[in-house]
């Protein structure tokens, strides 16, 4: 079967593991031309040679999501060395899992800049890029941005995450219509998880224990898992299984959108 991203480059922020990385395999095993990217310069090296080992092509870039100097370079160079960008996966986030008691001023900030901020100046920096680029495909470019199931529904010890992913939530969508109104062929949707299995959802695990809530990791994993209807946590392919539908032409006609993959947990 013809790999439906042939041509297309992608730019897939925090792509240096789990997740992230999922999905710019994916993305790369589908054909698009794939920038890694990620503040640690030895995972995005790493992930973007399993790609090349893999057949497809891939090349790193390092730069901190919150700095707005940072993307304007990264776009730069994504336009020297490929002369466009039709996808961007602002994917790059951060977890604080404490109770409101515990949450300081400085964490929320800091969960705003990364979760919230980081997708704003990435598409700030990406939009003069992606319109030109759009011109060039049948149905043009395609943003996608991480929220969460968080985003949806309020969580307990994730106040400023939850906020932070409900703002993408609403970005998402603003933007989407505005770009769409405006003919700019950017379709723009945000994708929202439930537990999946990463080295961020251990951290969840870790609260609940430290609070109090469960009496250790595998309680409190079990405890989680009793909310997902499906009986299990997710895995960063099925994430990454649905950037690739968002990304793709398969989804020409779908902008503004949620797509919810949680095992069937916020439809109770
Ligand atoms: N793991 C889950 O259960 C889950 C559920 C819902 C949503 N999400 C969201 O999915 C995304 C990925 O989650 P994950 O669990 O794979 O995260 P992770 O912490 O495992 O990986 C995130 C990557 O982003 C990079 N990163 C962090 N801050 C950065 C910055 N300022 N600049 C550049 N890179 C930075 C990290 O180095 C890391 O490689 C996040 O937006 C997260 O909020 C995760």
Redesign the pocket.
């Known amino acids: 079967m013809a790999q439906p991203l042939i041509g297309r480059v992608a730019l897939v ?9 999922a999905i710019a395999k994916r993305l790369g095993a589908e054909g698009a031309e794939v920038f890694v ?4 310069q030895s ?1 995005a090296e790493t992930i973007a040679g399993e790609i090349r080992e893999a057949g497809g092509k891939a090349h790193p870039l390092v ?4 700095d707005p100097k940072g993307w304007t370079d990264a776009i730069a160079e994504v336009e020297k060395r490929c002369k466009h960008l039709d996808i961007l996966v602002n ?5 604080i899992s404490k109770s409101f008691e515990d949450t300081d001023l400085d964490e929320w900030h800091r969960i705003m800049r ?2 919230l901020d ?1 997708p704003f100046l990435g598409v700030k920096a990406a939009l003069s890029l992606m319109r030109e680029s759009a011109k060039r495909t049948p149905f043009g470019g395609s943003i996608v941005n ?5 985003g949806i529904v309020g969580t307990p010890l994730l106040a400023a ?1 939850t906020t932070s ?1 409900a703002g993408v939530r609403y970005f998402s969508k603003s933007i989407a219509i505005d770009f769409a109104k405006k003919g700019y062929r950017l379709r723009v949707n945000s994708v ?10 251990a951290l ?1 695990f870790q609260e609940r224990v430290r609070s109090g809530i469960a009496k250790d990791i595998e309680d409190a994993k079990a405890g989680m898992v009793a909310n997902y209807p499906l009986g299990r946590m ?1 895995h ?1 392919s099925d ?1 990454a299984g649905g950037v690739l539908y968002l990304a793709s032409d398969d989804s020409a006609y779908v902008t503004g959108t949620e797509l919810i993959i949680d095992g069937g947990m916020s439809a109770q």
Not at 91 to 95: C, I, R, S, T
Not at 192 to 201: K, M, Q
């Open positions: 922020s925090g792509s240096g593991r789990n997740i992230g990385a990217t990620d503040l640690e995972r730069f901190d999501v919150t994917n790059a986030g951060l977890v990364v979760n980081a991480m929220s969460s199931v968080s995450y992913k929202h998880p439930g537990l999946i299995e990463t080295d961020s959802s969840l997710g960063v994430v």
